[in-house]
């Protein structure tokens, strides 16, 4: 199966932190990595994305570093806000339609 | 900014019973996804859909699923004769076209079998 492992579970932050979450795919064809934000009640909401192409993406506080070598990606909350608390999903695309999603991280960043 | 908009937000629906749960995609987009959340656990993919027909599906989208845009704006999802491991939130997405392009959610409608 074409998993996508994601690390940790939950993360609790102090405000101002860093928060890291990382993800592993397993698919070499994955060509196509999003991160989604998902407050209670709400869908998956587009944070950023990146293609293998480059290592690094970054979009004011929220930068996605990629290792294609070792078929790793990660996001990186810089200056981390209390608003910021919310479940963090990481997905992979290929050549289909379909997202493959990971676990999901439960952020708290307390104030 | 354009939304993806689902309804209800909430069904409740008796174990054996047929169920439709209705999205409105974005509307230039050419592409249109269901996924399943069922509560704990990852969002999982189940069918897109593209021209007019299904483009791809997952080993989940079983022959009690059924998918149909009816017409210019509604996306549709029929599930024939719920059962109790069907209560999930039930996303709609959708992105412009295929090339790997931004996927779009709703907000989801809880379907609660009872």
């Known amino acids: 199966q074409q998993q996508v492992k994601q690390s940790p579970q939950s993360l609790i932050v102090q405000k101002g932190g860093i928060s890291i979450i990382n993800c592993a795919y397993e698919?070499?064809?994955?060509?196509?990595f999003p991160w989604y934000q998902q407050f209670p009640g709400k869908g998956p909401a587009l944070l950023i994305a990146?293609?293998?192409?480059?290592s690094e993406k970054k979009e004011g506080r929220f930068t996605i570093s990629f290792n294609k070598s070792a078929k790793q990606f990660s996001l990186h909350i810089m200056d981390s806000q209390p608003g910021d608390s919310a479940t963090y999903f990481c997905?992979?695309?290929?050549?289909?339609?379909?997202?493959?999603f990971g676990g999901g991280t439960r952020l708290m960043v307390k104030p | 900014e354009p939304e993806v908009t689902q309804t209800p937000s909430h069904q409740v629906t008796q174990m054996g019973q047929e169920v439709i749960l209705r999205c409105v995609p974005i509307?230039?987009?050419?592409?249109f996804y269901w996924y399943r959340q069922i509560l704990g656990q990852k969002v999982e993919f189940l069918v897109s859909?593209?021209?007019?027909?299904?483009?791809?599906k997952s080993e989940i989208f079983d022959d009690q699923f059924s998918v149909e845009r009816p017409d210019g704006s509604n996306f549709t999802l029929k599930i024939r004769s719920t059962k109790l491991e069907d209560s999930a939130m039930y996303f709609c997405?959708?992105?412009?076209?295929?090339?790997?392009?931004?996927?779009?959610f709703g907000d989801g409608t809880r379907l609660s079998i009872l």
């Open positions: 997405a959708s992105s412009p076209d295929r090339a790997n392009q931004p996927q779009h």
């Open positions: 698919n070499t064809a994955f060509d196509y």
């Open positions: 990146i293609r293998p192409d480059v």
């Open positions: 997905a992979s695309q290929g050549a289909g339609n379909m997202l493959t």
């Open positions: 509307s230039n987009h050419l592409y």
């Open positions: 859909f593209y021209n007019n027909e299904i483009s791809e």
